[in-house]
């Protein structure tokens, strides 16, 4: 089994920065893929960025791209997501996830069978 453990969320002002970060621990961690997904209330979980867990290889949803930056450290089995220029629409919980069977960094849900317990991040106005 494996366990993501998201961490950095918590409450920031229109324009600041968070960096969310989720450390991947368990029996033989070796998904090819990672990715951040979020859930603002009231609505469908929606994907907001992934990485290849061996080229570094990265894909951003257009709704957050030149903010958002996914990044990985393989040493640690963590990835980061370092949040700037953050909006009141951002306000949401991130969770982070992983696919047993993934081959490539992908954007659907259906790809990804492991899921961390979300952070919330919330952004005033």
């Known amino acids: 089994q494996v366990q993501l453990v998201e961490s950095g969320g918590g409450l920031v002002q229109a324009g600041g920065s968070l960096r969310l970060s989720c450390a991947a621990s368990?029996?033989?961690?070796?998904?090819?893929?990672m990715g951040w997904f979020r859930q603002a209330p009231g609505k469908e979980r929606e994907f907001v960025a992934a990485?290849?867990?061996?080229?570094?290889?990265?894909y951003v949803a257009n709704s957050v791209k030149g903010r958002f930056t996914i990044s990985r450290d393989n040493a640690k089995n963590t990835m980061y997501l370092q949040m700037n220029s953050l909006k009141p629409e951002d306000t949401a919980v991130y969770y982070c996830?992983?696919?047993?069977?993934?081959?490539?960094?992908?954007?659907?849900?259906?790809?990804?069978?492991?899921w961390g317990q979300g952070t919330q991040v919330t952004v005033s106005s």
């Open positions: 996830a992983a696919g047993s069977t993934i081959t490539t960094i992908s954007p659907h849900l259906r790809e990804y069978d492991y």
């Open positions: 368990g029996r033989t961690f070796n998904s090819n893929a």
């Open positions: 990485i290849s867990w061996s080229s570094g290889n990265a």
